[in-house]
């Protein structure tokens, strides 16, 4: 709890040297991934200021002086899962032809790769069981990432419709990885973006999609 | 907690009679809606048959005689909740025609009634976080409830998209009931189902619904 910035801490009793790693972006970047690892692994209540620390082998007062609370911590490990709110320009690119297929494509994948999925499956896991996980959930990635999609799509009501599409890519989630119900929990990847993306288009392009 | 059908029970020591409460189909109900509670209260971690006996004010060996491990109660409990499985034939009817919008009508009723949402916003979270309430979740409850409306499809995968359909509703419920995330949050039923009923629809009676 004791290091200032840009104080190089002495070496103490057989400990891993400290030197660099307690300040700069190398530790602010290695706080973020021990607090990715540590929900994911322990989920939202087990997890402390103080055992982020530990793994990440700063001090504790140097996760506050970064991050803040606990919940705010959390906020920027799920955000850095999230890398999609960065990559959703790409997907929506120039037009939005095909946009149903590229997002499906583009979520589908994430929660293939068991390294994107296991900090996804530990926030929603947390966000399921308590209101503060929830809440980060809610308020700073959500917001954000429906706000940017949104923000591209020229349709009235734009959020709601992006939310409705991601509502679908967490329910899929949810039985597939989660729960495991077949057949979803088995379908080839393509099987379901085929079947989920013409929904997606619709949602994001379909200028008056409830009338079908 | 002491009513035996029919039978006055008399008053004894301030403590509830069990004299006609300990057996019988009426010991049945109330084990079960013991059972409910506790899920949907406690959570599957916390609950145990001793407290679901004691809730219902039987003797723990009877909810073994009727429903044999925790799992199996909290399979009978959540089929409870899930009366879905006894009104589906109901919705899809006699014609496909309008099957999207009934079938989104009824879930996001079932969703919209607090009385049904609490023991069911319970299961998912339990199963979100328990393996073995997964498992029941999955084996006992999905795949009665999927096999059921996929055998009234006439379309080729039937059971996919019947869980494909049921992945939307589910999404739906984690982010306007748990996440509470805007502007699902608020939005008014017949706006979700307006929109989710073509996608249903589809999934459920289109003959080729990835060539959309």
Not at 35 to 51: N, Q, V, W
């Amino acid at each position: 709890m004791s290091v200032g910035a840009g104080s190089p801490a002495p070496r103490r009793r057989g400990r891993p040297s400290r030197t660099d790693a307690t300040t700069g972006p190398d530790a602010r970047t290695r706080i973020l991934e021990a607090a990715r690892t540590d929900f994911a692994e322990r989920g939202y209540d087990k997890t402390s200021i103080r055992g982020i620390a530990k793994t990440a082998g700063v001090d504790a007062a140097l996760v506050h002086h970064y991050f803040g609370t606990k919940d705010e911590v959390f906020a920027a490990a799920i955000e850095l899962s999230f890398e999609p709110a960065l990559v959703i320009p790409d997907i929506l690119g120039s037009s939005t032809e095909g946009l149903g297929e590229r997002l499906a494509g583009y979520f589908i994948g994430v929660w293939e790769n068991p390294v994107s999925r296991a900090p996804l499956l530990a926030v929603m896991r947390s966000a399921m069981t308590h209101e503060a996980a929830a809440k980060v959930l809610r308020v700073f990635v959500l917001r954000r990432l429906l706000g940017r999609i949104a923000d591209q799509l020229d349709v009235p009501d734009a959020t709601f419709r992006a939310e409705l599409a991601a509502s679908h890519m967490v329910g899929i989630a949810v039985l597939r990885y989660v729960i495991q119900a077949e057949p979803l929990a088995s379908a080839p990847p393509e099987k379901i973006i085929a079947m989920v993306a013409p929904t997606l288009q619709r949602y994001l392009t379909d200028p008056s999609p409830s009338g079908d």
